[in-house]
Nanobody, 121 residues
């Protein structure tokens, strides 16, 4: 029962910034990676940016240079600093992590409930 709690979504004007946070809780042995996806109604959920425990990142070209992911491994928390937002960034943002609950368990993907980000023109 790994749980992910997101915060920081909201309404912002184009060109503005938001900072999303996501904290994982529950019984967790290790987290391999954490990050963010987003989804617009009718569209496929798409990668925004993820970060592994070793610090390596994976990100979409559409957010390169504008979004920055970071994490606090000790607190099982990941952040997404979003700058120079555009209306095209409007979506529900979902936190995700790939985690192993116990040493003898396999790793699973876990998802938060999502937080709405709306960018006005």
């Amino acid at each position: 029962q790994v749980q992910l709690v997101e915060s920081g979504g909201g309404l912002v004007q184009a060109g503005g910034s938001l900072r999303l946070s996501c904290a994982a809780s529950g019984i967790i042995f290790s987290i391999n990676a954490m990050g963010w996806y987003r989804q617009v109604p009718g569209n496929q959920r798409e990668l925004v940016e993820t970060i592994a425990s070793d610090g390596s990142t994976n990100y979409a070209d559409s957010v390169k240079g504008r979004f920055t992911i970071s994490r606090d491994n000790a607190r099982n928390t990941v952040y997404l600093q979003m700058d120079i937002l555009t209306p095209e960034d409007t979506a529900v943002y979902y936190c995700t992590c790939n985690a192993r609950k116990l040493r003898i368990s396999r790793a699973y993907d876990y998802w938060g409930q999502g937080t709405q980000v709306t960018v006005s023109s």
